[in-house]
């Protein structure tokens, strides 16, 4: 089976607002959509929209923890949470659609504490047999030790099950020492924890060959509308998908994750689990909700993406 661990979950709420968007002055909201955010999050609605229920795992708390359970039900996401004290972050992104600018404010969120650490591992132990794939990621909560991904890595392969690691920074480096299964950083991720320009195949064969020497099976670097680099087992790969119009990509690697994870639990082989993935990124693309992946997309574009050995 496959789960989702995203201990960071937020309430993102778009608010469109009326006219230009000034600092320091009143704005009126002429539109306003809330959606639950955070990497698993994102993850397991991809995964529902070929239908495929991965339960959500992760920290809720107070009212907003209330209002992101609600629209879970309604969108038919399943979940397994920890409730915490304190109250589940809310990230705004102010959209002014004159000037075509976006501002973010990102609240910081409830501070969780050791006790709330072993109920979530208590809670991921459940699932995990050598069957299990997790896909685990994002920002760390407020509280959370920088090793948080190193325990929940450690304590998931001691059961037998595989983690796909999709975070950056400090947090990504740190959770490479606990040789997860396979992790998904986009290009800047990588140039920023590495320290190189990906901009020649060289160095992305570098990078690869890097995470591979430190334990990882399957690396994947992806790269926008470029598509995806992996290392699997000796050989390096290039997955390219079909050009076509983005509406919003944001969500499009935690989709992409989504699609490696189907592919290993279906225990396809490397390339159409590559294949998958960037099927299933690709086909994010297409729709406003991070995350939202629609089937027919998926089995438009699936022919489409292109695999080689490079
Ligand atoms: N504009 C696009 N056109 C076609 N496919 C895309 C586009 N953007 C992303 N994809 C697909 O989605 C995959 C992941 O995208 P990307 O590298 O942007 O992930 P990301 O930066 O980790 O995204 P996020 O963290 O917001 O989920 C790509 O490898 C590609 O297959
Ligand atoms: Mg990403």
Redesign the pocket.
């Known amino acids: 089976m496959i789960i989702t661990v995203t201990p960071n979950i937020s309430l993102d709420k778009t608010l469109v607002v009326d006219g230009s968007f000034e600092i320091g002055k009143t704005h009126r909201v002429k539109e306003i959509t809330y959606v639950p955010g955070g990497?698993g999050v994102?993850a397991s609605r991809a995964l529902l929209g070929l239908n495929y229920k991965a339960p959500v795992i992760g920290f809720i708390g107070g009212n907003t923890g209330k209002h992101i359970l609600s629209i879970f039900d309604h969108e038919g996401i399943v979940y397994d949470v920890v409730n915490i004290n304190g109250e589940t972050r809310t990230c705004y992104n102010i959209v002014d659609v004159l000037n075509n600018t976006q501002t973010e404010i990102l609240e910081r969120g409830p501070e969780i504490n050791e006790n709330d650490i072993r109920l979530l591992e208590a809670k991921i132990i459940q699932y995990i047999s050598e069957d299990t794939i997790v896909c685990m990621g994002g920002s760390l909560p407020a509280g959370a030790p920088i090793d948080l991904y190193v325990r929940l890595v450690n304590l998931i392969k001691s059961k037998g099950g595989k983690v796909i690691l999709?975070t950056s920074g400090e947090s990504l480096k740190e959770g490479i020492k606990s040789k997860p299964f396979a992790i998904?950083?986009?290009?800047a991720e990588v140039e920023a924890i590495l320290s190189i320009k990906l901009d020649t195949i060289e160095n992305i064969k570098t990078a690869l060959k890097y995470f591979s020497e430190k334990g990882i099976e399957l690396s994947v670097i992806?790269?926008?509308?470029?598509?995806?680099y992996a290392y699997n087992n000796e050989k390096y790969y290039k997955?390219t998908?079909?050009?076509?119009k983005?509406l919003n990509?944001?969500?499009?690697?935690?989709?992409?994750v989504a699609g490696i994870a189907l592919g290993l639990e279906q225990k396809l082989d490397i390339t159409e689990v590559l294949r998958l993935?960037?099927a299933m990124?690709?086909a994010?693309?297409l729709t406003l909700k991070?995350g939202e992946v629609r089937k027919e997309d998926v089995e438009n574009i699936l022919p489409k993406v292109e695999v080689t050995t490079i």
């Open positions: 990497k994102n999709d998904k950083p986009n290009k992806s790269m926008g509308k470029d598509g995806l997955v998908p079909p050009v076509l983005a990509a944001v969500g499009s690697g935690d989709s992409t993935g960037a990124g690709t994010n693309v991070p």
